[in-house]
């Protein structure tokens, strides 16, 4: 594969740490629903497709752990990283040297990686015509440089809380869209606190 690099880095984090909704009629506890699953997944493991407003597709796996870690490893070719330790959450860019750093309570991955934090204040059930699936929208209007977000759900028995996260698809502030799809989900299962360190990225020298 050959790696190109039109990827803005604050719009894939959007796209990577935002759950996006399909159309769905829920009840009014779906809401409830979902933060018992939040708060029920302590680890979580995945394979990603993620695909931009271009339709270009990039596939990595994704490996999250509360409170506050996540890393999205993209597939072999594409020197990419969006990880975060618990506190920052950092895209890393190893083709040109390039690190960037943002507080984790100021993104949107809270939603996922905060058990503690109230979805009620800044989340809404999005309606369905689909009874399987439930569609959480997360947009702060205060922020809206985070761009909107909507985490996709399938009812699922053997799920935590009866519930599978799906994906998500984001829109950013210039409301470029990004879909996430996941597949292989696993969950609670032991993982590393070492899985999410990171090599810093050289500076390319001109």
Known sequence: MIWRRPIRPLAL????????????QAPQND??????????????????SQT??????LTGKLTLKKPGKIRFQYEKGVPILLVSDGKSLYFLDYQVGQKQRWPIGNSPLGILL???????????????????????EAYDPKRPEYGRI???????????????LQGWVALDAQANRTTVRLTNQQ????????????????RVRR
């Open 13 to 24: 984090a959007f796209a990577l740490a935002a759950p996006v909704a399909l159309h769905a």
């Open 31 to 48: 809401l409830a629903s979902v933060q018992r699953h939040l708060a029920a997944t302590q680890t979580m493991t995945a394979d990603f």
């Open 52 to 57: 931009d407003r271009n339709g270009r597709v």
């Open 114 to 136: 905060n058990p503690e934090r109230d979805a009620s204040k800044f989340a809404k059930v999005v309606p369905s015509n689909d009874p399987r699936i439930v569609s959480v």
């Open 150 to 164: 909507t985490m996709i759900f399938a009812r699922q028995p053997s799920a935590p809380a009866g519930l599978m």
């Open 187 to 202: 969950f609670n299962l032991p993982v590393a606190d070492n899985a999410f360190r990171f090599n810093e990225p050289r």
